[in-house]
Antibody
């Protein structure tokens, strides 16, 4: 069974940094594109960043490009999101998700973690 | 960037009804669209991808259709457990935007 669990969220001041982790199990992690999606309190889903299975293709939403860095470590079956220069508007639950099709650069997001809450506030 | 305009924002229907939710992309996305269901306090679950392919274990009461820039999620024979918010997402080009969501209430 596919299992994704995020960690690393918390309360941070504007301008601060956090590193989110997503630990994967139940599938061949190195074969799948992985994605971060966030949801601000009471708001809709926002795609944040994706990394393909080989780390060749990295994608970011404009609002985080230059501040967030996505990476993965297949030896640890883990996905990361380094978040620097955080803003109040980055406050959200951050979910990691796995695409449905192995090796595909993008497809539907078939498996999701429960999310980790990031709160940016002074 | 490709914008996804989802309608209606909210919907109220009765058990047994058939309802449809629409997403219009700002350009042709060549069937690269997925639909998700999200219940309060839970992560989303995949319903449909590639416009019409049901996700694993998804009830056949859900179906997706469309082409070009216009896509539809249809739920036939509504059940009480279908109460949720539904989102479309395009994955044709980055940024892989979601629609604004449709909140479905079962009367």
């Amino acid at each position: 069974e596919v299992h994704l669990v995020e960690s690393g969220g918390g309360l941070v001041k504007p301008g601060g940094s956090l590193r989110l982790s997503c630990t994967a199990s139940g599938f061949n992690f190195s074969s799948y594109t992985m994605t971060w999606v966030r949801q601000a309190p009471g708001k809709g889903l926002e795609w944040v960043s994706s990394i393909d299975h080989s780390s060749h293709y990295l994608y970011y939403v404009d609002s985080v490009r230059g501040r967030f860095t996505i990476s993965r470590d297949s030896a640890k079956d883990s996905l990361y999101l380094q978040m620097d220069n955080l803003r109040v508007e980055d406050t959200a639950i951050y979910h990691c998700a796995r695409v449905s099709i192995a090796v595909a650069v993008q497809s539907g997001l078939a498996s999701w973690g429960p999310g980790t809450l990031v709160t940016v506030s002074s | 960037d490709i914008q996804m305009t989802q309608s209606p924002p909210s919907l109220s229907a009765s058990v047994g009804d058939r309802v449809s939710i629409t997403c219009r992309a700002s350009q042709d996305i060549y069937n690269s669209v997925a639909w998700y269901q999200q219940k309060p306090g839970k992560a989303p679950t995949l319903l449909v991808e590639a416009a019409s392919r049901l996700g694993p274990g998804v009830s056949s009461r859900f179906s997706g259709s469309g082409s070009g820039s216009h896509y539809t999620l249809t739920i036939s024979s509504l059940q009480p457990e279908d109460s949720a918010t539904f989102y479309c997402q395009q994955y044709y080009n980055s940024p892989f935007n979601f629609g604004q969501g449709t909140k479905l209430e079962i009367k």
